[in-house]
Each structure stands twice: as structure tokens, then as C-alpha cells.
């Protein structure tokens, strides 16, 4: 298939010439190109890793100092959105006191579409964003009315913005002090940008979202220690985790965990006990933790125990 010579607005919704014949191609060939074009996603968002590291940066600062994160999109964005911030509760036992999501037409529309919401101007959810905030504009296009009036609330407000967008040529880009393009170029399908597009946002959301949480201090290395025991599966990963931690046998972890009723203050303590600290106590430990952050090796070296 030729380029028509149509004149698209964004990338995303020019003609793939790579993908032309997705209609008359074996099914075997059919999702081998789409493979294909998937395989591009990760490249482009590497290229963008700087200015996330800054913007992850900034949010620490907002967030420590009592802020919150807002995304807001429309579509496939915006229900990115929720899918990223939902799951930070049982993740990292944060949740919209950190991280909020915002979706044009609001939760009903994260399971009907509801096309025409993003072309709303004045959306009455900016309400919610405070000048300590950040705000991060989710638009592959980079142009949906409704992202760019949240983007320009957080300006007037002098809250930091972003945008995460796949096209270059963003008309959203003058309301973002961070400017995040993963430029996937067209889509397999011409215009989906639930495909290439969606990719890279989820990779730069799940990217963001988690090194926030790590610079907050709700993991400890690569364990998460503020992992939320809702569920048997989850109860049974919160004992490995301290087992891994610590090192501690079955029976002591549990027994750990017993004693202090999360997966943190139990690091903390097996580990206390293991450097002969003087009898630590579960009381003590929770303190150590309360006074360094939520931070498991600060509490550590406020205890005199030093962990590399």
C-alpha cells in the first residue's frame, strides 16, 4: 500500500508502508510483522531516559514536600494511566495520596469509550491539582484538549508539567516543562495508538512510577517492602521477601512478621537482631524507620548497622 499523500497530524497516523498487506498476509506473517513493529518501542523510549530522570526527580521533591502526581489522558492514555497508578497501592502501599489518574469522561469511560470526552476544554477534574503538584499530560497525538487544559491549569498554578507523547511535533509541547516523545512512528495499524504508541506510554509510566517509589523509599534494593498482604499469594511473597532480605529461615520470618506487623519493620528487626544490636524490639525498629523516612537502610545506620 502507498503513502496517499493525505496530510496526517501526527505521526502515529501516517501509513506504515511495512505493514501495508496486514489483510491479505498468512496469520503467521500478520503477527510477525506486528511483532516487528513492537520491537521498535523500546528503543525510542531509551532515547527519552534523560529527561524521565529529571522528571522523576522533580517529583520526588513535590512528593516529599506533600505534593501529588496527576496524570491525566484520554483513551487508551488515559486508561494507562489508571492501570499505572491502581496498581502502586499493592505494589508499594501508596495510593491517590501520591499518584492520581484522571480519564476524559471519567471511571465509566475506563470500560466504554467515550469518544468525544478528551475534546473537553474545561474539565472540572484540574480542580484537584495544587501548585506543589505535577502534572503529566498522557496524548499520543500530543494535542487533546482536554490533557493540554490540565497542562495549562498546573502552568497557571506553577506546579511542574509534562507530556508524554509519540509525536515530535507536538502541539501540547509548550505547556510541558518535560517533554517526553517516544516517537514510534506509524502505527502497524494505521492511527491505533493502542499498539506502538500505548507500548511506549505504558514503558515510560511503569518506568516513572517505579523509580518514583524507589526514591521515596518503599523498596529496599529490588525487594518491595511496602508490598500490600491482601490475598494468600500475597501474604506468602511478603515471608520471601523478608527471607530474602535478611536471609531469616521460614520460621523466622514468620515470626517476624508476627511480631511486627509488616514486611519493613521485620527487615529492620531481623537484621538489627543479626548485627547483635542490643535487644532490638519491634517498637524500636518502627521508630527507626518513622524517624529516617520509611527508608530501610537510613533506619539501618541510625541503628548503628552499617549494610552496603
Do not use: W
Not at 3 to 21: A, K, L, Y
Not at 93 to 99: A, I, L, R, S, T
Not at 211 to 226: E, I, K, P, Q
Request: hydrophobic share 45%; glycine share 10%.
Amino acid at each position: 500500500m502507498k503513502q496517499t499523500g493525505v496530510r496526517v497530524t501526527s505521526p502515529t497516523e501516517e501509513i506504515n508502508q511495512r505493514t501495508g498487506n496486514l489483510d491479505t498476509v498468512s496469520t503467521i506473517e500478520l503477527v510477525r510483522l506486528l511483532n516487528e513493529e513492537d520491537l521498535r518501542v523500546p528503543g525510542t523510549v531509551a532515547e527519552l531516559l534523560p529527561e524521565l530522570a529529571a522528571l522523576v526527580d522533580v517529583a520526588v521533591d513535590r512528593v516529599e514536600a506533600g505534593g501529588r502526581v496527576h496524570y491525566f489522558g484520554a483513551g487508551t492514555s488515559g486508561r494507562l494511566g489508571i492501570l499505572d497508578a491502581a496498581e502502586l497501592m499493592p505494589t508499594f502501599g501508596v495510593g491517590q495520596e501520591v499518584v492520581i489518574a484522571h480519564q476524559a469522561g471519567g471511571p465509566a469511560a475506563f470500560v466504554t469509550a467515550v469518544e468525544d470526552a478528551e475534546d473537553v476544554e474545561e474539565p472540572t477534574d484540574t480542580h484537584d491539582v495544587r501548585p506543589g503538584d505535577v502534572v503529566i499530560g498522557l496524548a499520543a497525538s500530543g494535542r487533546t484538549p482536554y490533557v493540554g487544559a490540565a497542562l495549562a491549569t498546573a502552568r497557571a498554578l506553577g506546579a511542574p508539567t509534562a507530556l508524554v507523547t509519540s509525536n515530535p511535533d507536538a502541539p501540547l509541547a509548550a505547556l510541558a516543562d518535560h517533554l517526553l516523545v517516544a516517537d514510534t512512528g506509524p502505527e502497524a495499524l494505521t492511527g491505533s495508538t493502542r499498539l506502538k504508541a500505548g507500548s511506549a506510554q505504558k514503558l515510560i509510566l511503569n518506568t516513572f512510577s517505579t523509580a518514583l517509589m524507589v526514591r521515596l523509599g518503599h523498596t529496599y534494593g529490588n525487594l518491595m517492602v511496602d508490598l500490600q498482604a491482601t490475598n494468600a499469594k500475597l501474604r506468602g511473597r511478603s515471608l520471601e521477601i523478608v527471607a530474602q532480605a535478611t536471609g531469616a529461615g521460614p520460621a523466622d520470618a514468620a515470626a517476624a512478621l508476627d511480631e511486627c506487623g509488616d514486611i519493613k519493620t521485620a527487615v529492620v528487626y531481623l537484621l538489627a537482631r543479626e548485627a547483635d544490636h542490643p535487644a532490638p524490639t519491634a517498637a524500636r525498629c518502627r521508630i527507626a524507620l518513622a524517624d529516617s523516612g520509611g527508608r530501610v537502610r537510613q533506619a539501618l545506620t541510625s541503628l548503628g548497622i552499617s549494610r552496603n
